[in-house]
């Protein structure tokens, strides 16, 4: 799928996906870490023809400009905010995947007279994502958190090593990690997965991603590092939230923290899909969202 691109006013250039303009309800996809607008293509193909579908680069991932280093999920957030005020689209339905489903978050939050309804896919918590010391075994300290980015940018298992392969465009490192973590249920047609692991290999924030991921909470109570901003009160959309149950990556404590902060949220559990629901159970995905969006 081509990508067009749009400078914002904060000048950051956003490469995007873009479908049918003359379908009446838009769609924005927000993607997750190591990834990019092109790993929705799954889901953008089965929705194409009833929505106009959105689905941009954040800044410093796949072919959007990084210039200036971004400090939150909040200011990705905004990022999109101003993406769609440059489209000239008031009112939207949004849809994230991992971290991208915290940014959909804070973007509801932020401008929840525009957010018609959330769709959470694997999403962190709103609490965030802890990455934890490692000890002489290379295995987590649970409840001890690095407490600098800089620490946390020697991590030797979840940090360092991921974003040597970016600076050294490491295909097949990338690959055992995406198969082992990501597509460890089923991984996507050869071809698309070369594609899908080059727009990973684009990102230029990870450790900035990282930290912005610990020090995400938008609850009432203390993550570990931060305190809660308590932002989590102004989403006032219809919420869906998917989770699968060979999730590698988001843990069912962090949807169960989901849950909470979000009671009234409607969810589903795939019990066949792993952190990729979007190319594990393409299908029955898309067919859930577009019930849940046309509710």
């Not at 600076?167 to 055992?176: L, T």
Request: hydrophobic share 40%.
């Amino acid at each position: 799928m081509e990508k067009n691109t749009l400078t914002l006013a904060n000048n950051e250039t956003v490469a995007y996906i873009e479908t049918d303009k003359n379908n009446k309800e838009t769609l924005l996809l927000i993607h997750g870490n190591m990834s990019s607008g092109v790993h929705y293509e799954p889901i953008i193909k089965e929705l194409a023809d009833r929505y106009h579908i959105l689905a941009p680069d954040m800044r410093g991932f796949g072919d959007s400009t990084y210039n200036e280093p971004i400090e939150s999920l909040a200011d990705l957030a905004q990022d999109l905010i101003l993406f769609m005020e440059s489209q000239g689209i008031d009112s939207f339905h949004v849809a994230g995947w991992s971290t991208g489903g915290g940014i959909a978050l804070k973007m509801a939050a932020l401008v929840p007279d525009r957010v018609k309804k959330l769709i959470l896919i694997e999403s962190c918590s709103p609490k965030g994502y802890p990455i934890f010391k490692k000890d002489e075994n290379m295995q987590p300290i649970l409840g001890e958190l690095y407490q600098t980015k800089e620490e946390m940018a020697k991590d030797p298992i979840q940090v360092l090593p991921p974003a040597q392969a970016m600076a050294e465009n490491d295909k097949e490192f990338m690959r055992q990690v995406w198969s082992s973590l990501i597509y460890n249920v089923q991984e996507p047609p050869a071809a698309d997965y070369d594609r899908y692991l080059e727009e990973t290999l684009k990102q230029r924030n990870l450790v900035d991603i990282d930290w912005a991921l610990m020090t995400f909470n938008m609850t009432h109570s203390h993550n570990g590092l931060v305190p809660g901003d308590g932002s989590i009160d102004a989403v006032r959309a219809d919420v869906l939230a998917f989770w699968g149950e060979k999730d590698l990556v988001i843990p069912e404590v962090m949807f169960t923290q989901l849950k909470e902060a979000l009671p009234n949220a409607k969810t589903h559990i795939f019990a066949n899909a792993g952190h990729s629901p979007i190319t594990d159970v393409t299908e029955e995905l898309a067919e859930i969202m577009d019930a849940f969006l046309r509710e």
